[in-house]
C-alpha cells in the first residue's frame, strides 16, 4: 500500500504552480489535502478538479503571514480529519532587485512570506506531530538557497533562511525522537507564476530568459511524493533539482 493513501497534507502555496501540481499528485495518491493560500477561486477549482478525479480535499483562505491565519488553518485541518501527518511549506514569492533599489517594501514581504510563514506553520503543526510522534515537514527552498547571484539577494537570503531552518528542525527532531521526519527541497528553475511577483522590468526580462529551460512544476511534486512515500524510518533530507541544462 502507498505510504501516501490517507495521510493529511497540508499544503501551503497551493493555488498555483508547485503547490497545485503537489495537490494533484498527493491526491491522486490518496493523501487527503488541506489547501491553503490567499486566492479562494483558485483554491475552489483545485479543490474540485480534485474531487472530480476521485481525491480528497479541502481548502481554508490563508495568508502565510498571518500567524492568526497559520493558527487557523491549522486547528481546522486538526478538525476536519483529526490528525496533519505533512506540512508542505510551499507558499513563496521572488521579487527580486538589485539592493540598490531599495525595495524594503518588498524586503519586508519576501522575510513574512517565505521565512515567517514557514516558522509560524512549523509552530502551529509541528506540536500535533510531536505528540504524536509522527510528521513530516517538507520546505521549499530553492537552488537560490544554494547560490547568491546579482538581484537575488534578499530573495536568496530567505532562501538560505528556509535551509536552515530544515537542517534545524531535522537536528532538533533527531535529538528527541519524535520521528518526524524533515525533506528541504530546492528546484531550480521551474515553470510557475513565480516571475510575476516580480516589479523590476529589467530583472524580469532577465529572468524570462534565464526561465526559458525551466521543466514543468509536476517533477518537484512528484519528488515530494517519492519523499513522502519512504518507511517512516528514512528520511529523505535534501534535494536539488535543476533543468537538466541549467548551469548556475
Ligand atoms: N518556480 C521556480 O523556479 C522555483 C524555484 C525554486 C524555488 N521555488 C519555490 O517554490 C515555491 C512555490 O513557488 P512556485 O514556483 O510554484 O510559484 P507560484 O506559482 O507563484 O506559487 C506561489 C504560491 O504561493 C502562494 N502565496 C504567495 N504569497 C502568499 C501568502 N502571503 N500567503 C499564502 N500563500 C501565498 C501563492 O498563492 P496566492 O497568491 O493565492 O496566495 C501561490 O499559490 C516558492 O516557495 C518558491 O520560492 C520556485
Not at 497534507?9 to 487527503?32: N, P, R
Not at 521551474?190 to 534565464?210: Q, R, W
Request: avoid cysteine; aromatic fraction near 4%; charged fraction near 25%.
Amino acid at each position: 500500500m502507498s505510504n501516501i493513501k490517507n495521510k493529511v497534507v497540508v499544503l501551503t502555496g497551493a493555488s498555483s504552480g508547485i503547490g497545485e501540481a503537489t495537490a494533484k499528485e498527493l491526491a491522486s495518491k490518496g493523501a487527503k489535502l488541506v489547501l491553503a493560500a490567499r486566492r479562494e477561486d483558485r483554491l475552489k477549482k483545485l479543490q474540485d478538479e480534485i474531487q472530480t478525479s476521485g481525491g480528497q480535499a479541502i481548502y481554508k483562505v490563508t495568508d502565510v503571514s498571518s500567524r492568526q491565519q497559520i493558527e487557523e488553518l491549522a486547528a481546522y485541518a486538526l478538525n476536519e480529519f483529526g490528525k496533519i501527518d505533512v506540512l508542505v511549506n510551499n507558499a513563496g514569492i521572488m521579487p527580486q532587485a538589485f539592493l540598490a533599489e531599495n525595495k524594503v517594501d518588498e524586503w519586508d514581504k519576501m522575510i513574512d512570506v517565505n521565512i515567517k510563514g514557514v516558522l509560524y506553520a512549523i509552530a502551529a503543526i509541528v506540536p500535533s506531530m510531536r505528540e504524536r510522534k509522527s510528521g513530516h515537514v517538507i520546505n521549499l527552498s530553492s537552488v537560490a538557497g544554494h547560490n547568491i547571484y546579482p538581484g537575488g539577494t534578499v530573495y536568496s537570503g530567505t532562501k538560505f533562511a528556509v535551509k536552515a531552518i530544515s537542517e534545524g528542525l531535522r537536528q532538533e527532531e533527531a535529538i528527541s525522537a519524535t520521528n518526524i521526519r524533515v525533506t528541504n527541497i530546492s528546484p531550480g528553475a521551474v515553470n510557475s507564476e513565480l516571475l510575476e511577483t516580480i516589479t523590476d522590468p529589467t530583472m524580469k526580462a532577465g529572468l524570462k530568459e534565464f526561465y526559458q529551460v525551466a521543466i514543468d512544476a509536476d517533477g518537484i511534486a512528484r519528488a515530494i511524493a517519492f519523499a513522502i512515500e519512504q518507511p517512516s524510518d528514512i528520511a529523505i533530507n535534501e534535494m536539488i533539482i535543476r533543468p537538466t541544462v541549467q548551469v548556475g
